[in-house]
């Protein structure tokens, strides 16, 4: 049925209300805490694409940004603060952040068990399915934390939006993110009806046959939960349409393809695709600081002028690396030219370490690299360098002085690296995509597309990176940075308030 027919009408007239309070609700938030040996706690920037994306926005100094305390350090700074509002000086300026101080055990169950294990491995179609998933009485507790911890963020939102709205014409906004954050936007509207809500996934969607695979109740009270927003928001298209096709398939909800609109339960919420880019003067300007610079020279000099192959990711199961060193095995093979030519630099920073998935994804990449450097190490040459740390600066030297970069991941929200390779490349990259991240929609014409599963494609696509010539690699370089520049945070995010902005008062 289309939403013309079913009496919803619709409900967007261009109102703006652009004095309005913004709320933004995330897991993980821009800042993180460490306890040091003195007892002393210190801040740092929190990581992966959904912080680096948002962090770049609201500075404006009327938006409170409400995230999870996800460490010992954080929950001691959430402790320390008065309701959880952390000391400006710690959040480096932008947003007022509340860390909630939600129980461990809550916390635990939500994150590692649902977010982490089932919603992330669906929407990534990560499962090994003869042995995975089984849900069973566990599950069940599991799911409960997760509400719970959901109400607690929606609690807290309403709140806010009700303190900081008082004595305002224009209603507050609500901007909710990720997977983890599903259901606050159907809690938030039923406890704070005023409130217009967003939500963004920074996901792929899974298709309805691998959807299924969640309990049916679950399955359907995550779709539910989003449609409680106004407006959601996905990085590509593809998400997009996977979203809706769910909902048609597992809610029944009315769909308008033509105007992006899915109506359930009497509430129509509209579809956006908003695919993040990159901030190109921030960025740039990033990496050219001194600790940049520093790491730049070393590397330069730990390859002595070789091509280099470069990747940056999460040690994360989506971001496909062992698949990654076996091309990378398979191009020295098949192309023995590039023996002592080439230099593949593989950075990864530790992610999710209480998965034991994870623990073991990193040791495998790391037996790899092993054999890799026993089967063609020579005096002289390392075939292959591997970091398994975190150390921003030196993935941004990297990146500057790359020949090739490599984003092979099995499935992929967006893929940032793939956008920021090009916009720091000093003197041009080829950029070896997987077609299964959501940067391959805009990014495929200039970029050497392979699919994830395929070795040999992908080794292919690395001898055809190393052979460009520098012209052409140049040109393709800048127009992949062209693409990667044209959403830039603020717009991406400005788009979606402007999303919530047309929608009518009720
Ligand atoms: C992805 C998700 C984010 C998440 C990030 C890092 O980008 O979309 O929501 O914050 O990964 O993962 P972590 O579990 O460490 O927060």
Request: aromatic share 8%.
């Amino acid at each position: 049925m289309r939403l013309a027919d079913c009496g919803l009408g619709c409900p967007y007239m261009g109102q703006a209300h652009a004095d309005g309070q913004v709320l933004i609700a995330s897991n993980r938030g821009p800042v993180s805490f460490t306890r040091g040996d003195d007892g002393h706690l210190s801040a740092k920037r929190g990581g992966g694409g959904m912080v680096s994306g948002l962090s770049a926005i609201a500075d404006d100094g009327d938006t409170l940004w409400v995230c999870a305390a996800l460490s010992d350090g954080d929950r001691a700074a959430a402790r320390l603060a008065a309701d959880g509002l952390l000391d400006p000086a710690d959040v480096g300026g932008g947003a007022a952040v509340r860390m909630l101080d939600i129980p461990q055990h809550i916390f635990y169950r939500a994150y590692n068990a649902v977010a982490n294990s089932a919603l992330w491995f669906v929407h990534h179609m990560l499962y090994d399915t003869p042995n995975r998933p089984s849900f069973g009485p566990s599950f069940a507790r599991d799911w409960e934390a997760f509400r719970t911890y959901n109400e607690m963020f929606a609690a807290s939102l309403a709140s806010a939006a009700d303190a900081r709205s008082a004595g305002r014409d224009a209603p507050a906004r609500a901007v909710i993110q990720d997977y983890h954050l599903c259901l606050a936007p159907r809690l938030l509207a039923e406890s704070a009806p005023g409130v217009r809500i967003a939500h963004f996934s920074h996901t792929p969607w899974a298709p309805p046959d691998y959807y299924r695979m969640l309990p049916d109740e679950v399955g359907r009270e995550v779709l539910a939960g989003i449609l409680g927003a106004d407006h959601a928001g996905f990085l590509c298209r593809r998400w997009a349409d996977a979203f809706v096709d769910c909902c048609e398939a597992f809610l029944g909800a009315s769909v308008d393809a033509q105007r992006g609109l899915v109506g359930y339960r009497g509430h129509v919420t509209s579809i956006g695709v908003h695919p993040l880019g990159v901030d190109a003067g921030q960025i740039r300007e990033r990496a050219s600081e001194r600790d940049v610079l520093t790491r730049r020279a070393a590397l330069i000099d730990a390859t002595e002028g070789r091509k280099l192959i470069v990747r940056v990711d999460r040690t994360e199961l989506s971001k496909n690396i062992v698949r990654g060193l076996e091309a990378y095995r398979e191009l020295l093979r098949i192309y023995p030219q590039w023996r002592g030519n080439v230099v593949h630099l593989a950075f990864a920073y530790p992610s999710r370490h209480d998965l034991p998935e994870y623990r073991e994804y990193t040791a495998a990449v790391q037996r790899l690299a092993r054999q890799i450097e026993d089967e063609f190490a020579e005096p002289g040459w390392r075939p292959l360098i591997l970091e398994v740390n975190d150390d921003y600066p030196r993935s941004l030297a990297a990146s500057r002085i790359a020949d090739v970069m490599l984003v092979n991941p099995i499935r992929d929200g967006m893929n940032l690296v793939a956008k920021e390779g090009p916009i720091l490349s000093d003197r041009g990259c080829a950029l070896v995509l997987s077609t299964e991240a959501g940067a391959a929609a805009e990014l495929g014409a200039e970029a050497l597309l392979v699919n994830p599963f395929d070795i040999t494609q992908t080794a292919e696509a690395l001898h055809a990176a190393l052979s460009m010539d520098d012209g052409e690699r140049m040109r393709r370089s800048e127009a992949l940075a062209v693409a990667a520049m044209s959403m830039p945070p603020r717009r991406w995010f400005a788009d979606q308030l402007a999303a919530l902005d047309r929608i009518a008062v009720s």
